[in-house]
């Protein structure tokens, strides 16, 4: 089985940055997208960015020019790189691989293994 373990999530102020890492590790398949979603308190998990193959990035509107993400698969790590952060953007991030093309890259149901989820906690 495939695992996947986010790092990298902290407390930091407004403006501030934050480097999200995410392992894979175990019988890894092959892998189609990866991407980031969040969830806040009394919200619905949200995508946030996403890769798939042969294909450009996708962010979702409210973090576009602010968060990159990309992927070393020399390494099986995905990476989001997170500037100028707002209160809005606290929440815990989790890792997501698909192993067919989804139906959207930032739709959850388009995703079968999930990571355990990382704190982002941004205050001002």
């Given at each position: 089985q495939v695992q996947l373990v986010e790092s990298g999530g902290g407390s930091v102020q407004t403006g501030g940055s934050l480097r999200l890492s995410c392992a894979a590790s175990g019988d890894i398949p092959s892998i189609y997208c990866m991407a980031w979603f969040r969830q806040q308190p009394g919200k619905e998990r949200e995508g946030v960015a996403g890769i798939c193959r042969e294909s450009v990035a996708d962010y979702a509107s409210s973090v576009k020019g602010r968060f990159t993400i990309s992927r070393d698969d020399s390494k099986?790590?995905?990476?989001?790189?997170?500037?100028?952060?707002?209160?809005?953007?606290?929440?815990?991030?989790?890792?997501?691989?698909?192993?067919?093309?989804?139906?959207?890259?930032?739709?959850?149901?388009?995703?079968?293994?999930?990571?355990?989820?990382?704190?982002?906690?941004?205050?001002?």
């Open positions: 099986n790590t995905l990476y989001l790189e997170m500037n100028n952060l707002k209160r809005d953007d606290s929440g815990m991030y989790y890792c997501a691989l698909s192993t067919v093309i989804p139906r959207r890259t930032l739709g959850s149901d388009g995703y079968s293994v999930w990571g355990r989820g990382t704190q982002v906690t941004v205050s001002s």
